[in-house]
């Protein structure tokens, strides 16, 4: 799947904007099972019409998370398992990690995640509608982390006011990154948004919300730091 868009400068130039990096994965056995038995209670097919997310989840007063590029889903399983009052909008390109989720929300027994199998930015341009999230997540994103590899990097800043567009005033945008010089850049483009507002002075300390990963477990035990960025929609 190579999903893009494109975002129209002045100058008449393109910037092509993803979600993710292409990448080979094998599905398990289990993961087969998971997609052909959860696909249909919880996938959504990507449409270029407005997703009414009350109806997505059957249920109107709960708070709209989205999720961008879950990877594994074991982060957004737990977070849905710890947040039941939240419903969660996993979007993911990769087939294997799609299974791995349905999985994971049949073993928890999760009814408050559904999931898009596309790229996350022409979900927000043509699914959600604006003003229609309370949070957006992106945890541990494909860092391209030297300066020359800038145009790749989702945080940019027409991505940022995409984001801001679909956010609910007081509703959130959390980054996290293992990445310094990612989680500089992150810092910069999000301090540079007008529309939106630091929670803390720089980085924040790790919502509670949000759990180790293994990966990040063995990380920060060889000393290795990890970057929480949580701003507010004002």
Not at 36 to 47: I, L, M, S
Not at 139 to 144: E, I, N, Q, S
Not at 160 to 178: E, F, M, N, R, S
Request: hydrophobic share 40%; aromatic share 10%; proline share 4%.
């Amino acid at each position: 799947m190579r999903a893009m868009i494109e975002f129209e400068h002045s100058e008449q130039q393109h910037r092509r904007i993803r979600s993710f990096v292409l990448r080979q994965g094998r599905l398990t056995k289990g993961q087969e099972r998971a997609l052909e038995t959860g696909w249909p209670k919880f996938g959504v097919d990507y449409a270029e019409k407005l997703l009414d997310l009350n109806e997505t989840f059957w249920r109107k007063d709960s708070k709209k998370i989205l999720e961008i590029g879950f990877g594994m889903g074991d982060a957004t399983a737990k977070i849905a398992q710890t947040l039941p009052d939240c419903d969660f909008l996993a979007v993911e390109v990769h087939t294997p990690g799609v299974g791995s989720l349905l999985k994971l929300i049949e073993e928890f027994a999760l009814t408050n995640i559904r999931i898009i199998q596309h790229d996350a930015v022409e979900v927000l341009q043509n699914m959600l509608p604006d003003a229609s999230l309370d949070g957006v997540h992106i945890f541990f994103p494909d860092p391209w982390h030297k300066k020359r590899h800038h145009k790749r990097r989702l945080i940019q800043a027409e991505f940022v006011k995409l984001l801001c567009q679909k956010l609910k005033q007081g509703g959130y945008i959390h980054v996290a990154t293992d990445w310094q010089e990612y989680a500089e850049w992150v810092l910069e483009v999000l301090n540079a948004e007008p529309q939106l507002e630091n929670t803390a002075q720089d980085y924040a300390e790790k919502p509670s919300y949000r759990p180790l990963t293994k990966f990040e477990n063995r990380g920060l035990k060889l000393g290795h730091g990890v970057w929480d960025l949580v701003f507010v929609r004002r």
